[in-house]
């Protein structure tokens, strides 16, 4: 598929897979905090791939701009950071930068820039996820991890070998680096697991375990993590042969009640909406206006359902799940409010995953024409949609945004007296996702009128019992009760026919009804 789209080599063929807050700790190679599964999770946040840069390549050789994407820098990683993120997971691939065996001795020169890549981010105090990404997909010129070779012997040696290396690489750094022991493992079929690959695949994850507590350092009690076959969630779970591997090896000082074993999966249903490269399927979700452009399957229920099954599966048991890859492509060619439905998308997932004890990292290709991933500009290190970031950062428990969007009006001066608006000429429609004790709300405030709105401020009344916890686009005061939200520095212009989206996320105790009596600048909204 195209790489434009991130969807060759980073989602291969997914159609069928169903797949701030915390304590900031200093990176230094001396902390090592041994944190239970609840306490990670929640440290971690929100998590965003750095896709399509270090597990790029041409003919079997990887390269950080093979693909179109320049050089990762610092002011990169600062921004995304800036942003809300907590975590960077950071797909790898080695392939013709692995000399021969019987040492399979990694190429000293990316080595290192894999080492200068992942600092950018530690050194910052974020979670570091790194993997060996690109090196088991059949499509690869120089692929070698395949699970149904018929040389398996070599396949394990130069496996453990590498890993060996990385590991010994990074044994010194903090709990803040997680190891990912692979990707997208399977033999490119898709339909049901087939053995013995899938009891390669678990060999795979073990020799993984095995080899990195070897190596001593932090690396006897980091935490690891390993996916299932394809990192599906239902070839995971279910009866299909996963294995999870032993930990024979790790630090005696970790309690023999707690793991340090993550189980990887991603989640890209349903596919038609997610990366289905036309116009087709453009909308998703409770919002969904209409029928034609919304997928007959794979909503907010169905992923709810998938999340619990990780749940309790691997979380209740004590092993904390990653959501490593999830996201939705970009199709406002075709459907202008695409966006909205990407962001809606983004907001349920991560509200789930938080809701079951699961971590997440968005994919981000790097690209932000049609069908493109990306979140950042990372060339001038900018935010391209600013409504998504926004809508995951929310969910995962963080505050409004550290920066608006490039494109966005110049900031209305808090001084500058709101415009009023007379009655009629504002429009809002509020949509609830709630679980037992918490909701996430996202409101659409619209500009009916014949002028622009320069300066607002909206109020409404939060149903008894709900108080807000956080929220994003707007500042808002009290947190109960009748409720002002004023807008932020970056949504506060609104010409006529012009829409901003706000929302928070707020405790309830029963009762999860949306919010009323809208009024904008004190006009009452239809």
């Known amino acids: 598929m195209a790489r434009r789209a991130g969807l060759g080599i980073?989602?291969?063929?997914?159609?069928?897979?169903?797949?701030?807050?915390?304590?900031?700790?200093?990176?230094?190679?001396?902390?090592?905090?041994?944190?239970?599964?609840?306490?990670?999770?929640?440290?971690?946040?929100?998590?965003?791939?750095?896709?399509?840069?270090?597990?790029?390549?041409?003919?079997?050789i990887p390269s950080e701009t093979a693909w179109g994407n320049p050089v990762v820098t610092q002011a990169l990683i600062n921004r995304v950071k800036a942003s809300g993120f907590k975590t960077i997971r950071i797909p790898i691939s080695y392939l013709g930068k692995i000399g021969a065996g019987p040492n399979y001795t990694i190429d000293a020169a990316w080595l290192t820039r894999i080492q200068e890549v992942v600092n950018y981010a530690y050194n910052q105090g974020l979670y570091v996820v790194?993997?060996?990404?690109?090196?088991?997909?059949?499509?690869?010129?120089?692929?070698?991890?395949?699970?149904?070779?018929?040389d398996q012997t070599t396949v394990k040696a130069k496996y453990q070998k590498v890993w060996q290396q990385v590991a010994t690489r990074f044994a010194s750094y903090n709990e803040h680096l997680i190891f990912e022991s692979m990707n997208e493992e399977f033999d490119g079929q898709y339909g049901n697991p087939t053995q013995p690959c899938y009891s390669n695949i678990n060999a795979y994850n073990q020799a993984f375990v095995d080899t990195v507590r070897r190596t001593g350092g932090t690396n006897a009690s980091r935490w690891l993590l390993v996916p299932g076959w394809n990192t599906n969630i239902d070839y995971t779970v279910g009866n299909y042969g996963f294995a999870l591997p032993t930990d024979q090896y790790r630090s005696s000082s970790i309690p023999g009640t707690e793991q340090r074993i993550m189980i990887s999966v991603h989640y890209y249903d349903p596919w038609d909406f997610t990366g289905q490269e036309d116009g087709t399927i453009t909308q998703w979700g409770p919002n969904a206006t209409n029928p034609l452009k919304t997928s007959t399957w794979g909503q907010a229920d169905y992923l709810d359902g998938q999340l619990k099954k990780v749940h309790d599966t691997f979380v209740a048991r004590g092993y904390p799940v990653l959501v490593g890859e999830y996201g939705s492509i970009d199709k406002t060619a075709a459907d202008p409010a695409n966006n909205r439905y990407r962001a809606d998308y983004a907001r349920t997932l991560v509200s789930a995953a938080k809701k079951y004890g699961a971590a997440t990292a968005y994919w981000d290709n790097g690209?932000?024409?049609?069908?493109?991933?990306?979140?950042?500009?990372?060339?001038?290190?900018?935010?391209?949609?600013?409504?998504?970031?926004?809508?995951?950062i929310s969910a995962a428990g963080g505050g409004s945004p550290s920066t608006p969007p490039p494109s966005s009006p110049s900031a209305t001066p808090s001084a500058t007296p709101p415009t009023s608006s007379p009655a009629g000429a504002c429009r809002v429609t509020s949509a609830v996702s709630a679980w037992s004790t918490g909701l996430t709300n996202s409101i659409t405030v619209t500009n009916t009128g014949a002028s622009a709105v320069n300066g607002w401020t909206l109020t409404f009344a939060l149903a008894a019992g709900q108080a807000i916890t956080s929220g994003w686009s707007a500042t808002y005061s009290p947190t109960s009760g009748s409720v002002t939200a004023t807008n932020a520095s970056y949504n506060g212009t609104l010409a006529p026919g012009a829409s901003t989206t706000i929302g928070y996320q707020a405790t309830h105790t029963g009762n999860a009804a949306a919010p009323t009596g809208f009024r904008l600048n004190g006009a009452t909204c239809n």
């Open 130 to 150: 790194i993997n060996m990404h690109g090196d088991g997909y059949k499509s690869v010129t120089g692929s070698w991890l395949i699970c149904d070779a018929a």
């Open 367 to 392: 690209y932000n024409g049609a069908y493109g991933f990306g979140l950042f500009n990372r060339s001038s290190a900018t935010v391209t949609q600013q409504g998504i970031i926004d809508a995951i």
């Open 10 to 60: 980073a989602a291969t063929a997914l159609a069928l897979t169903a797949a701030g807050y915390g304590v900031t700790r200093p990176a230094s190679a001396d902390v090592t905090a041994q944190l239970t599964a609840p306490q990670l999770v929640a440290d971690m946040g929100a998590g965003w791939n750095l896709g399509n840069q270090l597990e790029a390549g041409n003919n079997g």
